[in-house]
């Protein structure tokens, strides 16, 4: 009723108009479990008795992964020169070509993967990251602006292809390995992400003035082979999160087995010696988890245990204190 005393008319609300005042008004149909000590034992139980066996089984996978790392960057340097690393390194005078040797423990079976690895090498650096332009790696030379490659950007007056600092500091340290009189080959092929050589570097995309002048970084390319086949440069391309990061090499398709010999005829030619860093050469084979990793394996486990430590303790907690239920 109006003040009139005359009926009022009553609005038709749409369903969704309906939902939306039930939602501001809060009368929508609600649910508010009830978390009752049973409930809350019995979640913490289950998530252990889960975590744990996935620990196990992620850590079985980790160990079973047969692991060779061999440190080389001090032992390849010749005595006399030790005290003086990065004149050693620079001196182009002197052969760099060193002999390691390789005992294989436990069997391994191909692929083979054969990685290098960096320690105190800051990939991540802001500057370095930068120095890079991706559309010149994809049309080259048709892509003009390349002021972020600086100071890499161009030589002589002559664009750089391709430009930036990573590509210019490029790993160049070479490997090859023979197992009795016999060398065993190293497939280089298909080590990069298909998507980055498919749609990241150019398939008519050759390099161009590249490490022709004064300043000599890494390795240097093959004017003849487009970008998007020169895996080892996509490989590096891709860079590391952390200053300590491993990067595939090649693999080995034969297996190894136990009490082998490996020969490694390699060329320690990359400069990590002026800011401190270490080479590595990794030798491992895979499992259906990866490569070796216990962390994720640890992980699950004391998640697991920690799980039932705390249903345990609340289970001490209920029996000593028991709450009774509002009715």
Known sequence: MDVDGRPQSVPVLSRRQKVIYQFTQQNLPACKPVLTPAWVIATFFSLGI??????????GASQSVVEIVDQYDTDCIPEVFRSNKVAFIKDDSIPKNC???????KP???????????????QNHRRYVKSRNDRQLLYGLKYNDTSSCKP???????PIVPCGLIAWSLFNDTYRFVRGAVELGINRKNIAWRSDREHKFGKHVYPFNFQNGTLIGGGKLDPTIPLSDQEDLIVWMRTAALPSF?????????????DDVIQVNLFNNYNSYSFGGKKKLVLSTSSWLGGKNDF??????????SCILIALFFI?????????YGI
């Open 316 to 324: 001490l907690f209920h029996v000593k204190n028991p709450r009774p």
């Open 296 to 305: 994720l394996g640890f992980a699950y486990l004391a998640v697991g245990s």
């Open 50 to 59: 889960i975590f744990i066996p996935l620990g196990l089984l992620a850590l």
């Open 246 to 258: 491993r990067k595939l090499y090649g693999k080995i398709e034969e297996d190894l087995e136990g």
């Open 99 to 105: 002999t390691r040797y390789f005992k294989v423990h």
């Open 108 to 122: 391994m079976k191909a692929p083979i993967y054969v990685y290098y690895q960096l320690d105190n090498y800051y």
């Open 152 to 158: 890499e950007e161009s030589n002589n007056g002559l």
